[in-house]
């Protein structure tokens, strides 16, 4: 069965910018491009170099659809689903999250 782990308060992620946090034994990167209560959280982990730096990406606007440029070459990830734009085979996990009465939670 799967529960709910409360992060944060949503006041903690400055509007258009990323955290890093533990779920488990996995870093996510959960990012509020808004100043509204809307969240979106992807691996942390950078597949091509396998660094753990996506919580500290640029967001961007292409197409309607919010990305996350890695701060290493710049690939970028689809805040929806993980989805890496410039080669698929390189996509990530992304992971349920909401934010209940100010928390921020992710599905375990």
């Known amino acids: 069965m799967s529960q709910w782990v409360t992060i944060c308060n949503i006041d903690e992620i400055l509007p258009q910018t990323g955290v890093c946090a533990l779920l488990g034994h996995e870093q996510v990167a959960i ?3 808004y100043h509204d ?3 979106f959280a992807i691996s942390n982990i950078d597949p091509f170099f396998r660094a753990s730096v996506l919580s500290r990406g ?3 606007e292409h197409n ?3 990305w ?3 701060p290493l070459k710049k690939q970028r990830f689809r805040l929806s689903d ?3 734009m410039e080669d ?3 996509s990530i996990a992304h992971f349920d999250v909401r934010v209940k009465d100010g928390q921020v939670q992710l599905k375990a």
Request: charged content about 20%; some cysteine.
């Open 31 to 33: 990012f509020r491009p």
């Open 37 to 39: 209560e809307q969240v």
């Open 58 to 60: 640029l967001i961007a």
């Open 64 to 66: 309607g659809e919010l």
């Open 68 to 70: 996350v440029a890695s």
């Open 82 to 84: 993980g989805l890496c």
């Open 88 to 90: 698929e085979s390189h």
